[in-house]
Antibody, heavy 119, light 110 residues
Framework: QVQLQQSGPGLVKPSQTLSLTCAISGDSVSSKSAAWNWIRQSPSRGLEWLGRTYYRSKWYTGYAVSVKSRITINPDTSKNQFSLQLNSVTPEDTAVYYC?????????WGQGTLVTVSS | QSVLTQPPSASGTPGQRVTISCSGSSSNIGNDYVYWYQQLPGTAPKLLIYRNNQRPSGVPDRFSGSKSGTSASLAISGLRSEDETDYYCAAWDDSLSGWVFGGGTKLTVL
């Protein structure tokens, strides 16, 4: 059974970088059938897909247009995990962030991390 | 503003049947499967319906999904008090190359 365990700070100052990590058990980040996503949820923006990374003989990434200039999602094969970095955050980036495994749909969700952007 | 459109609220009495709609476009619902998620307070969304009308094991057959053109619906029959929570539709969008969601429907059991 696949489980995703998120970690990272719950408070980030404006203009700084939001960093979260998602540790995977029960699957490999290098799986050739899965993709590894970050999704956030806030009252103002609802559920918003941010991006994903996946391996199909080489690594691919894809990002939402709304955050494309500020986001990086990286796999870490040595630790079987993947990460999210979101630069230059503002209070509008305050949300619950989820890491999510997908194959043909969004199958497995992490527990969620509330990240507040505030000074 | 969410890419998929859902009514913000729905309600019904115990035992009743309620439906929740989800409207999209040719680049998402019209071109791919629809998925439905149930979200209890303080928890991550849980898959309720996949590939338009398939139920994962453990989901009661009171829940059913359908799709026609660029719209989809979730139906809940034999409404129970524990069904009172939030429901979201989702689909892959080929134009955006990403997952898109409805704004969510809060279901109230009167």
């Amino acid at each position: 059974q696949v489980q995703l365990q998120q970690s990272g700070p719950g408070l980030v100052k404006p203009s700084q970088t939001l960093s979260l990590t998602c540790a995977i058990s029960g699957d490999s980040v290098s799986s050739k059938s899965a993709a590894w996503n970050w999704i956030r949820q806030s009252p103002s923006r609802g559920l918003e897909w941010l991006g994903r990374t996946y391996y199909r003989s080489k690594w691919y990434t894809g990002y939402a247009v709304s955050v494309k200039s500020r986001i990086t999602i990286n796999p870490d094969t040595s630790k079987n995990q993947f990460s999210l970095q979101l630069n230059s955050v503002t209070p509008e980036d305050t949300a619950v962030y989820y890491c999510v495994r997908s194959e043909q749909w969004l199958n497995n969700w992490g527990q969620g991390t509330l990240v507040t952007v505030s000074s | 503003q969410s890419v998929l459109t859902q009514p913000p609220s729905a309600s019904g009495t115990p035992g009743q049947r309620v439906t929740i709609s989800c409207s999209g476009s040719s680049s998402n619902i019209g071109n791919d499967y629809v998925y439905w998620y149930q979200q209890l307070p303080g928890t991550a969304p849980k898959l309720l319906i996949y590939r338009n009308n398939q139920r994962p094991s453990g989901v009661p057959d009171r829940f059913s999904g359908s799709k026609s053109g660029t719209s989809a619906s979730l139906a809940i029959s034999g409404l129970r008090s524990e069904d009172e929570t939030d429901y979201y539709c989702a689909a892959w969008d080929d134009s955006l190359s990403g997952w898109v969601f409805g704004g969510g429907t809060k279901l109230t059991v009167l």
